[in-house]
């Protein structure tokens, strides 16, 4: 399996080089880029240029006229057949908004450049007790704030290591915040913190993605060897697109030197409800506010039941599903998960008023999916991915979530993340995303000290393992969600719970693991008020057809659980090789 089989790369029926400064683009960064850069992608599409040139240099995008243009910095739409090389060019952004945004575009490639932001996206804070405001957070004097200045999180951040606090008190989007003295925030969100909290307060997290792809007939994209600095979001958001999207050699990373405290302020590389064909490989991710890579699909809501045949369907958030004549979906009952049948679709129609769709599937529904069940559009859930030699590390929340089917995870190394190394999940509790994992072949990877917050390991957490293979109901969901799952070959260090956790599955292989220093804190109550209480280093529950064989556990320190628990209540016909 390679990119060449999924990611189809530009074939221009002629060779016209274009270059930004014969546009008038800047490469000292003594004046604004942008209008250069805008009519150098506007000949592109015009002329159907075969490459765009960015020299080397310093390139700044200033001007006020940005918040002026539509959707984005640049939107890229209906680009065909075009390399755009950056040769190293560092491009340097001012103004909150998307940077690249490409719909309707096919065999485009951005490669040799990097991107970063002018303005601090995080400040350092210290939590303080004020007589009149009581607890309150004290930004660092080198990081000015004003009253405009938003506050969208706050996060403990341990500034001795220069890195995210693994078990980390946190609140988003805090109420009435205000400035009550020169570089003092002040909100009754505050008392979660305590005197002398050191944290990092993130003054945007998803209001900008560096480079967002989105739409039908959005596809064959690749990024090759960009570098991201500080993004005050996502520094890939793929969405509702098409089929083959390649990551080459990319870094998240902090900019030598730089005051900038985080880089990307929400995810490293994220995927939704695409037709697939994914490959990310040979990047090195770090310092993020979210998880490294986010693949996966929306899950539907049914609101109303017209017929035997006919759904109203929306989604938590709002957004138009891409339905298509064709597409099959997969009906789930909402109390366990269990999937009742899979259609196809006859006819949809978008409400954009109501935010509804209107589906009609080819044959009749099963009496038992009501008002409130799931639907999942099975065409569209980002399958066939593969994700490889990767280095995911010193970033809050996840490694990796995975959430779709027909997939390999192998050769990566993720060390030090907040949360779990390798969350293999669907989620009707809050995201409402992912369909569950078929196929997939977790091998070969490295985990080391993961999912120390204690946020998904307490009583009801429902990711406690370094590795959860599980389905999120806001508790573990007691259908089947994944299929034909391999977690092999993997060395998993130094994580203070469970090393892995199976949960509503069917036919899965544990083999060839390594488990060094797992369960080194007490489980306390961990699962209890799910149903789940955890034991041993590798748990199997509500799950069926599960062999275990081969793994080996090794201890440096004291561990509080051992060994394979299996749950003998719900799990059936567990082998042990």
Same mark, same amino acid.
């Given at each position: ?18 270059? &930004?400064?014969? *546009? ?21 599409? /015009? ?52 940077? *690249? ?7 485009? &490639? ?37 009253? /405009? ?43 979660? *913190? ?10 945007? !997290? ?98 109303? #039941? ?51 769709? #209107? ?15 799931? !639907? ?8 066939? *991915? ?41 989620? &009707? ?35 406690? /393992? ?35 956790? !199976? ?28 149903? /789940? ?8 529950? #509500? ?35």
């Amino acid at each position: 399996m390679s990119a060449d089989d999924w990611i189809a790369l530009p074939k221009p029926e002629k060779e016209l080089i274009l270059n &930004v400064r014969d *546009f008038g683009a800047d490469a000292t960064g003594a004046r604004c880029s942008w209008k250069a850069f805008s009519d150098a992608f506007a000949a592109c599409k /015009a002329k159907q240029a075969s490459q765009l040139d960015i020299p080397a240099g310093k390139y700044v995008f200033t001007s006020p006229e940005i918040l002026d243009a539509k959707g984005a910095q640049f939107l890229l739409d209906s680009l065909h057949d075009l390399t755009v090389d950056g040769h190293g060019a560092e491009l340097i952004f001012h103004h909150i908004r998307p940077v *690249f945004v490409l719909t309707k575009c096919q065999r485009v &490639v951005l490669r040799n450049f990097s991107i970063d932001w002018d303005l601090p996206l995080a400040s350092p804070g210290t939590v303080e007790s004020d007589p009149e405001f009581g607890t309150v957070i004290r930004i660092a004097g080198d990081f000015p704030i004003t009253a /405009a200045t938003p506050v969208t999180s706050v996060t403990e951040f341990n500034f001795e290591k220069n890195a995210w606090k693994n078990d980390a008190v946190e609140i988003y989007n805090p109420a009435d915040v205000k400035v009550v003295h020169p570089q003092v925030y002040a909100s009754s969100a505050f008392k979660a *913190f305590k005197p002398g909290m050191t944290t990092v307060v993130r003054h945007w !997290v998803y209001h900008a993605t560096a480079i967002m792809a989105y739409g039908a007939g959005t596809g064959n994209l690749t990024y090759e060897n960009l570098t991201f600095y500080a993004v005050p979001g996502m520094a890939f958001n793929t969405n509702g697109a098409d089929r083959g999207f390649h990551l080459k050699g990319c870094r998240i990373m902090r900019r030598p030197g730089s005051k900038q405290l985080i880089t990307t302020t929400a995810d490293g590389a994220w995927f939704g409800s695409t037709l697939g064909g994914i490959v990310v490989e040979d990047c090195d991710f770090t310092l993020m506010g979210d998880d490294s890579v986010n693949i996966h699909a929306r899950w539907l809501t049914i609101k109303e #039941r017209s017929g035997a045949r006919k759904v109203l369907v929306d989604s938590k958030w709002g957004e138009r599903p891409e339905i298509s004549v064709g597409d099959e979906l997969k009906f789930c009952r909402a109390k366990d998960l269990d999937e009742r049948c899979r259609l196809k679709v006859v006819a949809a129609e978008w409400d954009a008023v109501a935010k509804v769709s #209107r589906v009609t599937v080819d044959a009749d529904l099963p009496a038992d999916i009501a008002v409130g069940d799931f !639907v999942g559009d099975v065409s569209r859930s980002s399958p066939d *991915f593969l994700i490889r030699n990767n280095h995911f590390h010193d970033h809050r929340a996840r490694g990796m979530l995975i959430q779709a089917r027909n997939g390999i995870v192998e050769n990566n190394r993720i060390e030090n993340t907040q949360a779990a190394a390798l969350q293999l999940t669907t989620d &009707v509790n809050y995201w409402h995303e992912g369909y569950g994992c078929e196929n997939l072949i977790v091998r070969n990877n490295s985990l080391k000290g993961c999912n120390y917050a204690m946020w998904e390991r307490n009583a009801g957490g429902r990711h406690m /393992a370094c590795i959860n293979l599980v389905a999120d109901t806001g508790r573990l969901a007691d259908g089947i969600a994944h299929r034909n799952v391999v977690i092999e070959n993997n060395t998993i260090e130094d994580t203070p719970g469970l090393a892995i956790l !199976v949960s509503s599955s069917d036919t899965v292989a544990i083999r060839g693991n390594t488990i060094i220093d797992a369960n080194t804190q007490p489980f306390e109550k961990t699962g209890e008020a799910i149903d /789940a209480k955890a034991d041993g280093a590798i748990m199997i529950t #509500r799950s069926s057809n599960v062999t275990i064989g081969k793994n080996t556990e090794k201890a440096t320190r004291k561990r509080f659980a051992e060994g394979v628990y299996i749950d003998a209540r719900n799990t059936r016909n567990v082998v042990r090789e």
